[in-house]
């Protein structure tokens, strides 16, 4: 009998014991000659999925699909809190994960060989996910309206190795800053929540699906002190940098600010090794919109996650077995 989807605070707990955030290399088994091959069928053994911090989306939604795995194949999956796209990407190429989320422009950097990455990575989409948005948050006491006013603050960029750091850099340099004109702090959301909270930081920068716990939790208990940026001025320059970059608005009910705020949005990933059999890929990236209700019944952001989108993944190429499943679900 199918088990039902563990509530996110189990699924979270067992994400933790099972993997330290730093990773933790568990060879999945191979499967057995043809297993996984002909058939639209995954594999049997083990599979590990990074995903984020651990008040992010990522963590969350990770921990959904691992349970959607280990409940409908005969795969044992498990998912990590990391420090999200660029570290998930790296390590996602030397064999410690399996499956790894990433925003579309740090997985792009991966398989061209750009940014963080000194050479391209052998590694495939499985589909396009849901959009994160891009939160740019300030203390209505510091005096920032724009990004250029980022000048000579005190602003959280997001983890290191992070796809909300890579953001935050870009954000500063298509304003016309440059790194060294920010007192720029490389913490996770949770620190950086805190922070925010206590005054200690004027502003932060964090990508990530809607609503993100940790960014709920600073409105609640600190709405008359923050507020967030429109920097829709910014796309032009951004898609220069990297064209994956598109605008959407935060509704005010999302975290009951005063009004929408529009934003720039980046598509989110679901990354592999091009050497994945191509049932393994198959059986996955059905499951995902097989059961997609259940994902949403984990977080909102998967209502996002759309078949017609799937595969619009440019300059990412799709693994064959995800395309196949792409297919096969289109009719």
């Known amino acids: 009998m199918k088990r039902p989807l563990r509530s996110v605070s189990a699924i979270a707990l067992a994400s933790v014991l099972a993997l330290s955030g730093c990773g933790g290399k568990r060879e999945p088994t191979p499967a057995a000659e043809g297993e ?4 639209c069928t995954a594999a049997s053994g083990q599979m590990t999925i990074a995903t984020g911090n651990s008040t992010g989306v ?5 921990g959904g699909i691992a349970q959607l795995i280990s409940d409908n194949t005969d795969i044992k999956a498990t998912a990590a809190e990391t420090g999200a796209s660029v570290q998930n990407m790296q390590q996602l190429e030397s064999g410690d994960y399996d499956i ?3 925003l579309a422009d740090t997985a792009a950097d991966a398989v061209t060989g750009q940014g963080s990455f ?34 000579g603050k005190t602003i959280s960029t997001g983890s290191p190795k992070s796809g ?12 016309g800053l440059s790194p060294e004109d920010v007192n720029a702090q490389r913490i996770d959301l949770s620190k950086t929540v805190e922070s925010m909270k206590d005054g200690s930081i004027d502003g932060m920068v964090w990508s990530g699906g809607l609503p993100t716990a940790g960014i709920t939790d600073l409105f609640t208990t600190s709405a008359n002190d923050v507020e967030i940026l429109d920097i829709t001025d910014l796309e032009a320059p951004m898609k220069e940098i990297n064209e994956v ?10 975290y009951g600010t005063d009004a929408d705020v529009d934003t720039l949005v980046t598509p989110n990933v679901l990354m592999v090794r ?7 890929a198959c059986a996955i990236t059905k499951l995902i919109y097989d059961k997609k209700s259940d994902l949403e019944s984990v977080h909102a952001a998967a209502a996002e996650i759309d078949l017609e989108r799937a595969d619009q993944t440019e300059p990412i190429e799709l693994h064959p077995g995800a395309q196949r499943a792409l297919e096969e679900l289109r009719g």
């Open 118 to 151: 000194e050479q391209p990575q052998d590694t495939v989409a499985l589909t396009r996910l849901y959009d994160n948005f891009t939160h740019v948050i300030v203390r209505k006491d510091a005096g920032i309206e724009t990004i250029e006013d980022f000048a």
């Open 164 to 175: 909300t750091e890579v953001i935050a850099g870009r954000l500063i340099e298509a304003a």
């Open 36 to 39: 996984g091959g002909a058939e």
């Open 100 to 102: 790894a989320f990433s």
């Open 58 to 62: 990522y963590y969350v939604m990770g």
């Open 245 to 254: 970059y598109e605008t959407a608005t935060i509704p005010a009910d999302t």
């Open 274 to 280: 091009s050497d994945m059999d191509e049932g393994t």
